[in-house]
Every structure is written in C-alpha cells, then in structure tokens.
C-alpha cells in the first residue's frame, strides 16, 4: 500500500462568516507531484497554511508527515519544506549566507551546510554568484534558489505555493525539472498554481471551486471526464460554477 504522508477529512477554515476552505477531503501518497489549482479566491492558500502548520482549521481533520494540524503544528513545520508565494529569501544576505541561515535554523550540523550549500551553487550554477546579495539577482535565479532553500534540509514534504508566478515560460520549465528531481528523490511535492499547462505535469490534480474540491484525479482522467483536449478546458468548465470573486 502506497504510504499516506498528507490527508485531510472535511478541513475547514472561516473567517468570521466567510468560509475560505469548505470541507475539503484528499491524501497525497509520498513521492507525488500533487496540483493544488484554482483560480485567485479560490481557497488554495488558505488551505495549504493550515496543512504547513501556519493557520489553525476552524474544524474537520489533517495530517501531514504523520503529524495532527491541531497538535503538532511545529513538529510539521520542522519536517516541510515551503515555499511562500511572496518571496521567501533574505533580500539583504548573499546566496550563501541564505542557505547557511536556512541550515542553521533547521539545525543542520556544520559539514552537512558546507556540503549542501557547495552542492547546491554547483547544481545552480551560482558558484560565482555565491557572494551576490539575493536582491540583485534576476527572478528566475532566485525562485531556483528559493526552492532549492526550501528542500536544503532534505525535508520528506514540500509545500509551493504558486512558485513560477511571473517569470518567463522557459524558467518555468527549469524549476519544474527541478521539482522532477525532488520527487525522484522522494520527496514529495504539493504545488499551487494556476498555470494550468502545469496542471499536466501533476501526477494529480484537484481543482477548488469558491472553497470546495471540484474535481481530484490524474490530468488525463480528468480530460477524459470532462470531455476537454487540456487542463486549460476543464478548469473552464469548472471554474464557471464559480459563485464568489476573484481575490
């Protein structure tokens, strides 16, 4: 049997009245490349804060790397990797002082930070780089970079939350050999987007409607059920039952 490392049972979170994520169930099996997708408003961050420990359900069940999101949300924290849609470096550090800081606050001993960090610059071809304060380099570079942070201290899980948002459709392609790569490894990868060409690079995909989980299956099942030619024609489908803006 395929190990379970996320599940979430009716997960809810509201806002006074307003409820963002509404009854949401799934599991994410270890190894996986799983899609979080929908459109802005949709309830796809909300969701992924309460599964990384950073925002408490209002109600239903979750575990991620075998830890409870009500009990256990800093063990979870120490056991993901994550990375935010705003930025999630040090502007004013070099890439090598990001990556030592990051080592530290895991507290990663330091031959595994010399040697992950080296590792790394190599993979990145930031070698000459390695000195250059992070704000100084192009977008690109520094999502590559942030995801490589987020997975420095060889985490089993990592959270993305939109990671290619704004850069250019060949850097897009890079990261997600990279994200290849990680779940290669073993690692597994829950990623929000709305690129929905990303979509098909999911080994599945579940796609959320005004807080709710519409659909949940492999890109190619789901072209099937809903008789489209791309990720791009059923989320359309989809996003028109939408009764709540975009924000």
């Known amino acids: 049997m395929p190990e379970k490392v996320i599940t979430a049972d009716k997960l809810t979170k509201r806002f006074g009245d307003f409820t963002a ?41 979750a575990t991620v790397a075998g830890f409870d999101v009500y009990r256990d949300n800093e063990k979870i924290k120490r056991n993901i990797g994550y990375m935010s849609q705003k930025f999630s470096l040090y502007d004013d550090l070099t890439v090598k002082e990001n990556m030592q800081f990051y080592g530290g606050i895991y507290g990663k001993s330091d031959a595994f930070i010399k040697n992950k960090t080296a590792y790394i610059l190599d993979e990145l071809h930031l070698e000459k780089e390695a000195h250059v304060l992070v704000r100084s380099l192009p977008l690109g570079w520094k999502q590559k970079l942030a995801f490589s942070v987020a997975v420095f201290h060889e985490p089993g899980i ?36 709305h690129y929905m060409d990303e979509a098909e690079y999911c080994n599945r995909v579940s796609i959320m409607v005004d807080g709710r989980i519409e659909a949940l299956d492999t890109p190619g099942a789901l072209k099937q059920q809903h008789e489209a030619r791309s990720m791009d024609e059923v989320f359309l489908k989809l996003a028109r ?4 803006g975009e924000g």
């Open 158 to 193: 990592v959270f993305l939350d939109e990671p290619t948002g704004g850069v250019d459709p060949v850097t897009r392609r890079e990261f997600w050999n990279m994200i290849y790569q990680a779940s290669d490894s073993g690692i597994t990868v829950f990623v929000t987007t």
């Open 241 to 244: 039952k939408a009764k709540r």
């Open 21 to 61: 994520v509404d009854q949401i169930s799934f599991e994410v099996e270890k190894g996986e490349i799983f899609g979080f997708l929908g459109a802005n408003g949709a309830g796809k961050t909300t969701a992924m804060r309460m599964l990384c420990g950073l925002s408490m359900p209002t109600s239903g069940a």
